[in-house]
């Protein structure tokens, strides 16, 4: 280490060193008590696959989150006490992808394996869960940034990691309660005027309060109580609202909302594009670990590949969001940020429909006959699968050409640059 000649405070880095420690406090208090709660249930006799899987499924995760705010503390602090650490802490990217995703296929079959052990996958199952998780990103972000690399500064990747693990997600998640709540009271409004369907909806809630935790984990016993209810054009128009609309929108305006902190310090299209990946990759990480806490048994690995795919979406569609908003700065272009915001919450919307209409495929065959619209929803939910597969195909595609396109504009600006225009 070298001492730097600069003395003056850097407020980002207090603030950045003030989140990370944090957040580091919260996720590793989080990961120590949930390890001590399953041992301790361990040893009263508690289900080690039922109780005690879950409560290490989230140790792991939270002991990783906090993990990944290290490097943020370690940059901010040396940044506040005027030191440089000789250790190289840029994100890390690699070249030979390829190996990285057969890797991601081969911990795919042996998570798959030990999710039908019964006595011991609670040992296993959940450092797999992260590497299932982290690997396809990891493998996103070094094909997104292939083409630009190191424009942004260690300091910056980080940052917006630790921004997105500690404010990001929850900021999201308030955003989308908010929202739902507003839309809840209305839809519970509307559904009062119609006593038949405010009766079912009322059996519905009855039924699953009498539900154990353990039982609650069982979506084909959730899906058997909510059948009459999700057969009715009315509450399928308010989901669909809900996830395809109100989802969407939030995320694709909030995800990228730790960029909005380097905006006024010459964020360029290319930084914008990089960072915007990096947020859509860490929102994708805390929302495929927070749906595989609680594992899913011998659909595990279908779980899995499914995350994937939401993986992509995100990613590919903040690095466009982030693209468009440091053009807004550099080149004026206020409409195209629009156009492209709107651009991402279709693919989302898109994406989340036909995710739903999975879900439904299965209930929707003994009702298929009562209406034309669910005629149309089954069919749907039937090349729902194949739909996903062309647009996860399309998502790659924008991700690849898009970060060509990317680095072929920051190469005219700087050569524009060293010829004085």
């Known amino acids: 280490m070298r001492q730097s000649a600069s003395s003056s405070l850097h407020l980002p880095s207090l603030a950045m060193f003030l989140i990370s420690g944090l957040g580091l406090l919260l996720y590793l208090s989080a990961a120590v008590g949930l390890v001590f709660l399953a041992l301790f249930a361990l040893i009263m006799g508690a289900s080690p696959d039922q ?3 879950p409560m290490l499924s989230l140790a792991w995760i939270t002991g990783f989150f906090g993990m990944l705010l290290l490097p943020s503390l370690g940059l901010s602090l040396s940044r506040l006490l005027n030191l440089r650490f000789s250790l190289h802490l840029a994100f890390p990217l690699v070249r030979k992808g390829g190996w990285l995703m057969l890797f991601w296929l081969l911990v795919i079959g042996l998570g798959a394996w030990v999710s039908r052990w019964d006595g011991a996958k609670w040992l296993v199952l959940p450092l797999l869960q992260v590497l299932a998780a982290v690997i396809p990103l990891w493998w996103l972000l070094s094909i997104g940034q292939r083409a630009i690399p190191q424009v942004l500064s260690a300091e910056r990747q980080w940052g917006l990691v630790s921004f997105g693990l500690v404010l990001g997600m929850p900021l999201v998640i308030v955003v989308e309660v908010v ?12 559904f009062s005027a119609q006593p038949e369907l405010m009766s079912q909806l009322t059996a519905a809630m009855e039924r699953l309060s009498e539900f154990s935790p353990q039982s609650l984990q069982q979506s084909e016993l959730i899906l058997d109580v909510l059948r009459p209810l999700l057969v009715q054009p009315a509450v399928v128009f308010v989901m669909m609202i809900v996830t395809v609309v109100i989802i969407p929108m939030v995320e694709e305006l909030l995800k990228p909302a730790a960029l909005l902190l380097f905006i006024r310090r010459e ?3 290319a930084a914008g594009f990089a960072g915007g990946l ?7 990480l805390v929302e495929t670990l927070g749906s595989l806490a609680t594992p899913a048994g011998d659909s595990w690995s279908l779980l899995v590949l499914g995350r994937f795919g939401t993986g992509m979406l995100h990613t590919t569609t903040t690095a466009l969001v982030g693209w468009a908003l440091a053009s807004v700065r550099e080149q004026g272009g206020i409409w195209r940020l629009i156009q492209v915001y709107w651009i991402a919450v279709a693919f989302h919307g898109l994406w989340n429909v036909f995710g739903l209409l999975v879900g439904f495929v299965n209930i ?3 009702v298929a006959a009562e209406s034309s619209f669910l005629s149309l929803a089954l069919l ?16 790659l595609i924008l991700l690849i050409g898009s970060s060509r396109k990317v680095a072929i504009q920051r190469a005219l600006a700087e050569s524009k640059q060293e010829i004085g225009l």
């Open 51 to 53: 109780q005690v899987l």
């Open 179 to 190: 929202m739902l709540g507003v839309v809840g009271v209305v839809a519970l409004v509307w």
């Open 267 to 269: 964020l360029t299209p």
């Open 278 to 284: 990096l947020c859509g990759a860490t929102f994708a």
């Open 364 to 366: 929707l065959p003994s």
């Open 380 to 395: 749907l939910g039937r090349i729902a699968p194949l739909v996903l597969g062309f647009l996860m195909l399309v998502l």
